[in-house]
């Protein structure tokens, strides 16, 4: 389906179910770091492929990506964007104090991150897909340590290739005792959105 | 200081001494500058993918697909004044940003992006006279319409001057 085509009622239905899936990937993050972990009511964006990186906070802001492939009966697109920051402060509560000086990341740091990836992803898929009565799995996360728009622009591609716009559900998190934050976006593919839809009952 | 034009995803921009265009965190997509150094005219494209995989119905032609970039931007260019003859090319970035178990998904996107770049140009009969491509970092470009030069930065990397 188009994304054009979705109406209000599509969209709160959208983030309505994401709710849940990002209430679900929250508690495991708090679980794993052992702080509790807060999250914004999910707003949904319809925009431009264009303006994304605005979305992001510009272009050239350093942050870890953690990408993942949505898969499973529906398809798309997983990307947790950490600021610099807030990575950094996650990796002191998951490893042992061995700060790494200067912009690069460990081999350890990077792996310890891409297991937040996976966890965040997995719960929120879980929850999606229990309640589509669908199975959906994350494949194996990859990370990037970037600018933001060379680090999204992957995300793009297949998007891209069939229209001009990009549907983004996005939640930010933060810890309430120090601040970590972050951005979880999912960006279904528009066969995969029609799955979704149908599957928890909005008509189209 | 000399005005600044932004190009972001899908954009082209077109521009005369002196200006400085630029575009931001190009990971996989590709930046490709056209210059004609006797009339000091420049375009700059961030193009996102190599070419549409089907008939993209009722889309307006954009700098989103690397083909489609050099064609409006030469005719464009053309139109300020610049002859054929005297436009050069530059391109950078087409980077891998994920480890490589993605990038059989996409076959390499970056470096297909590259390749497109690359036969565009030929096509057109544009010489490419520098490129900084490829590796597995995003890339940031300023292109100064007066000189012609590309400063290319990176995360982690010396500024480049293409």
């Known amino acids: ?204 | 200081m000399s005005k600044i034009i932004s190009v972001g995803i899908s954009e082209h921009k077109v521009a005369s001494d002196p200006v400085v265009l630029v575009t931001y965190g190009l990971g996989s997509c590709v930046g490709i500058a056209l210059y004609d150094p006797e009339v000091r005219i420049g375009g700059l494209a961030h193009t996102l993918l190599p070419a549409p995989v089907r008939e993209v119905q009722g889309a307006e032609r954009t700098a989103k697909f690397t083909c489609w970039a050099v064609d409006l931007m030469v005719e464009e260019l053309l139109k300020c004044g610049c002859a054929p003859e005297r436009l050069v090319a530059k391109l950078a970035g087409g980077a891998t940003m994920f480890e490589p178990q993605y990038r059989s998904a996409h076959g390499g996107i970056g470096e297909r992006n590259v390749a497109a770049a690359r036969e565009a140009l030929e096509r057109s009969g544009i010489p490419l006279v520098a490129e900084d491509t490829g590796g597995d970092y995003g890339r940031s470009l300023e292109f100064n319409t007066a000189t012609g030069i590309i400063m290319v930065r990176a995360l982690q990397q010396p500024i480049k001057q293409l």
């Open chain 1, 1 to 204: 389906m188009k994304f054009d085509a979705l109406t209000e009622e599509h969209l709160d239905a959208l983030r309505e179910v994401s709710n849940i899936g990002v209430a679900h990937a929250a508690t495991a993050l708090s679980q794993l770091i052992g702080r509790s972990i807060s999250l914004t009511v999910p707003k949904v964006l319809l925009t431009e492929i264009c303006k994304v990186p605005e979305v992001f906070g510009g272009a050239e802001k350093l942050v870890v990506g953690i990408y993942l492939q949505m898969l499973g009966d529906a398809r798309g697109n997983i990307l947790i964007v950490l600021p610099r920051d807030s990575a950094l402060k996650l990796l002191s509560r998951l490893l042992p104090r061995e700060k790494s000086e200067g912009t690069l990341l460990t081999e350890l740091e990077i792996s310890a991150l891409k297991e937040v990836g996976n966890i965040l992803a997995s719960a929120y898929l879980n929850a999606l897909g229990a309640l589509m009565g669908k199975t959906l799995i994350p494949s194996v996360p990859v990370l990037s340590f970037d600018m933001v728009g060379a680090v999204i622009d992957y995300a793009l591609i297949e998007l891209g290739e069939i229209g001009d716009l990009a549907l983004m559900v996005e939640t930010d998190f933060f810890g309430e005792e120090e601040k970590i934050n972050g951005q979880f976006f999912l960006l279904p593919d528009p066969e995969s959105l029609k799955i979704i839809l149908n599957a928890i009952g909005v008509k189209l």
